[in-house]
């Protein structure tokens, strides 16, 4: 089946630097989403990617839809310690009937030291 | 944006026991609803998609006469882990679709903890 590779699987970091993770895949994905998952909670969407090439911003999250579809990444700007979590890239690729089944990285530990 | 809740949050059940989770799109109808699980420090793993009013369609490997599923309604979907063993402990998490070309939301999870 399909697989992510995320990188790096975690992260220690001074709050106010800049954080970049990946993910890549061996298939073409047709939307790429970053998710960040708090301790005993669900993931929340950061971002989605629907085209190749794309770049998008939340607030200080930019992310970037690989040209050729089979990678994403993921910065955060000037980190602070509720950014402490774990983020997930997620790709979806369209195959009929398969009713938007997403396939998940292995995620990132992001630690924000004060 | 919309909202998935679950219930309950967490639970702790005897082995052998039965144990239905409740998944709920609040302010949204979704065709589909999926079921994953996630042990700790792990990814989320797919365990099954529902489209309300059909049969579940189970993953590779996922029993499903083990994990029952019912989507009866558009906002409502269950799941029910039967006869539980202390391997089934696990976070347990559903997402809804609200349409087709936007991302799924996730419920909060819950915690299953079998004893």
């Known amino acids: 089946g399909q697989q992510l590779n995320q990188s790096p699987q975690s992260m220690f970091i001074q709050e106010g630097e800049d954080v970049s993770m990946n993910c890549t895949s061996s298939s073409i994905f047709n939307t790429w989403l970053w998710y960040k998952q708090d301790p005993g909670e669900g993931p929340v969407l950061l971002i989605a990617?629907?085209?190749?090439?794309e770049l998008t911003s939340n607030g200080r999250l930019t992310a970037q839809f690989g040209i050729t579809r089979k990678d994403s990444f993921l910065n955060i700007s000037a980190s602070i310690p509720s950014d402490v979590g774990i983020y997930f890239c997620?790709?979806?690729?369209?195959?009929?009937?398969?009713?938007?089944?997403?396939?998940f990285g292995k995620g990132t530990l992001l630690t924000v030291n004060p | 944006g919309a909202v998935v809740s679950q219930h309950p949050s967490w639970v702790i059940c005897k082995s052998g026991t039965s144990v239905k989770i409740e998944c709920r799109s609040l302010?949204?109808?979704?065709?589909?609803m999926f079921w994953y699980r996630q042990f700790p420090k792990q990814s989320l793993m797919l365990m099954a998609t529902s489209n309300e009013g059909s049969k579940a369609t189970y993953e590779q490997g996922v029993e499903k006469d083990k994990f029952l599923i019912n989507h009866a309604s558009l906002t409502l979907s269950t799941l029910t882990v039967t006869s539980a063993h202390p391997e089934d402990s696990s976070f347990y998490i559903c997402s809804a679709r609200e349409f087709d070309g936007r991302p799924p939301y996730f419920g909060p999870g819950t915690r299953l903890t079998v004893t």
């Open positions: 302010d949204f109808q979704a065709t589909t």
């Open positions: 997620a790709g979806r690729s369209r195959i009929r009937g398969s009713n938007y089944k997403l396939t």
């Open positions: 990617l629907y085209k190749a090439g």
